[in-house]
């Protein structure tokens, strides 16, 4: 989480807490030290926010503290809300309760005369079923983000079932469907996979051996080539 998130998420623990709240506690929910949470405390009574307390006690915020109003126009809060939206009806359970939250988040923070904007959006999204899948769509995006390999077995278009070992990259997201973009051990190269073809999956404890920016970089330029070929040969 970047300190600026996490400033914002200590604020947001104050102000639900019915009583003084301790460092240990805020750094449990928010997965950091109490060092780094003293910090953070003391960073923001410097900014401003009228945080009681001390370390060792508990911290308390004061009644009648409300955030800036955060500046959005009309057609900046419909392209959040349509992405919103989007994201509850493609997205799995977690991104799908991520997205509520936002929504709620940004709603507190709006001007009250874009309140009803929130509330009654002029945009729509039409609803789809979710895919079925093997290893959920939260299990792969956290592979990703610790840079761990997968392994499964693959159920291809003529139903041909073969054992990987791959790096997953990124996760794309479709209407009906998901990709993972990944660079597959077996062909030596990278491949895509549909989720809801993997038979059988599992995270391994061991890590990708490369940088993921370098390796993303080579999936783009491999890709990029694959369409000049695709677009030369049409």
């Known amino acids: 989480m970047r300190r600026g998130d996490r400033l914002f998420e200590v604020i947001e623990i104050l102000r639900r807490a019915k009583g003084p709240i301790s460092a240990q506690s805020i750094g449990e929910e928010l997965g950091v030290t109490k060092r780094t949470v003293y910090r953070d405390v003391a960073a923001l009574i410097g900014q401003g926010v009228p945080i009681n307390g001390e370390a060792g006690v508990g911290y308390v915020l004061e009644p009648g503290f409300h955030m800036p109003p955060l500046m959005l126009t009309p057609d900046e809060i419909e392209a959040v809300t349509l992405g919103v939206l989007w994201v509850r009806s493609r997205g799995e359970p977690e991104l799908a309760l991520a997205a509520e939250k936002l929504i709620t988040k940004l709603e507190s923070v709006a001007p009250d ?7 009654q959006p002029a945009v729509s999204v039409t609803p789809v079923d979710q895919p079925d899948e093997v290893l959920g769509s939260a299990a792969i995006r956290l592979a990703i983000r610790r840079r761990k390999k997968i392994t499964l077995k693959y159920s291809d278009n003529s139903g041909q079932r073969t054992s990987r070992v791959i790096w997953p990259i990124m996760l794309g997201y ?12 077996l062909r030596e190269g990278f491949r895509y996979f549909r989720t809801e073809r993997i038979v059988e999956a599992d995270v391994l404890e061991e890590s990708i051996p490369r940088r993921m920016d370098l390796l993303r970089a080579e999936w783009r330029s491999a890709t990029d080539a694959e369409r000049a070929r695709y677009e030369k040969g049409n």
Do not use: G, H, P, V
């Open 113 to 119: 005369k874009y309140r009803t904007s929130f509330l």
């Open 174 to 185: 479709r209407d009906s469907s998901r990709i993972i973009a990944a660079w597959c051990e």
